[in-house]
């Protein structure tokens, strides 16, 4: 038979573990749990093996800790500009204080996502299509600075705020696409006439140093002319026939080649035999030995030097 304390010692034992088994928590890595006292919160437990009062403490709130994502449903916009766009999005949080996300707001996640569809509203109804379009960057930051601060009394940090797509009507797409052709073709309209420019004026230029060029070359053509024509007036003036004789057999030979080159003549009448041509030729390099000299240091010849023989005339 059994007496009554080996029945206590057994109840003892199992309800020592009972209370050991309730007053010893063990909180998962990543977690932590807030610990009410009679409803009151009084501390958190984090990660490991803690101990609370059995009976007395209970765990109140288990939050999550880690980064979270939370998927932002597909809502219309009223842009500044009245197009209706459809946006969706996804934000990043993490919980910093326990307590204040358990605690301070009720139903956390409805809470930020809430707040999210009306920051996104709120932000891009205030921007044209074309600048939401192009601003995606600027609106996530944006975004992310005002729900950050206003779900910050809740414990919690906004990590990100993404747009993910931005999806207007059918027919302001076509609308868009048209006005992007338009303006590649303005685009290129301007790059061609700003070629087209460009060349006219490199051609200009170009016409205008050959011009230049062209009027340099006749004004030394005319300075060297001037020159010789200044000579043979210095030659002239000091009694020189030779010079005078040559000057002219040099401007005769030049009117004939212009006879010959011309583009018009077949055939050249001249009124002087071809051995005169010959001889005449033959003259004029004797006068231009004479005028100029053919001596070593280049002096006039003793013909040159003498005074011109004045011929009878045949008929006297």
Do not use: C
């Not at 998962?28 to 007395?56: A, S, W």
């Not at 921007?127 to 601003?135: G, I, P, T």
């Not at 009027?215 to 000579?231: C, G, M």
Request: charged share 20%.
């Amino acid at each position: 038979m059994f007496s009554g304390f080996d029945i206590v010692i057994p109840v003892l034992v199992v309800l020592v573990l009972v209370v050991l088994f309730a007053g010893i928590k063990t909180v998962p890595q990543g977690y932590n749990y807030t610990v009410e006292r009679f409803g009151r919160y009084t501390k958190t437990l984090t990660p490991g093996l803690n101990i609370i009062i059995p009976f007395i403490d209970r765990i109140g709130a288990k939050m999550n800790m880690m980064e979270q994502v939370l998927e932002v449903p597909t809502q219309e916009v009223i842009t500044k500009d009245n197009a209706i766009v459809s946006v969706d999005g996804v934000s990043f949080y993490q919980v910093l204080n326990a307590p204040q996300a358990a605690y301070q707001v009720s139903g956390l996640q409805n809470a930020i996502l809430n707040l999210t569809m009306t920051n996104i509203r709120s932000v891009m109804g205030s921007m044209d299509l074309d600048e939401l379009l192009s601003n995606r960057d600027a609106i996530n930051e944006r975004l992310l600075r005002i729900v950050d601060e206003a779900a910050h009394p809740w414990g919690i940090k906004m990590t990100r705020v993404e747009i993910k797509d931005i999806n207007p009507p059918a027919n302001l797409v076509d609308s868009m696409a048209r006005q992007m052709m338009a303006e590649r073709d303005k685009r290129a309209q301007i790059l061609a006439a700003e070629g087209l420019k460009a060349a006219q004026v490199l051609e200009a230029e170009g016409r205008k140093e050959a011009a230049f060029r062209d009027a340099e070359a006749r004004e030394r053509a005319a300075e060297a002319e001037a020159k010789a024509t200044q000579v043979v007036s210095e030659a002239i003036a000091k009694g020189d026939v030779q010079a005078v004789n040559y000057f002219v057999a040099q401007k005769y030979t030049d009117a004939l080649a212009k006879i010959a080159s011309a583009s018009n003549s077949k055939i050249i009448m001249m009124p002087l035999e071809a051995s005169a041509l010959v001889g005449s030729l033959g003259g004029i390099g004797a006068i231009a030995k004479e005028v100029f000299g053919n001596g070593p240091s280049g002096t006039p010849s003793r013909q040159s030097q003498r005074p011109p023989s004045v011929r009878p005339d045949e008929n006297q």
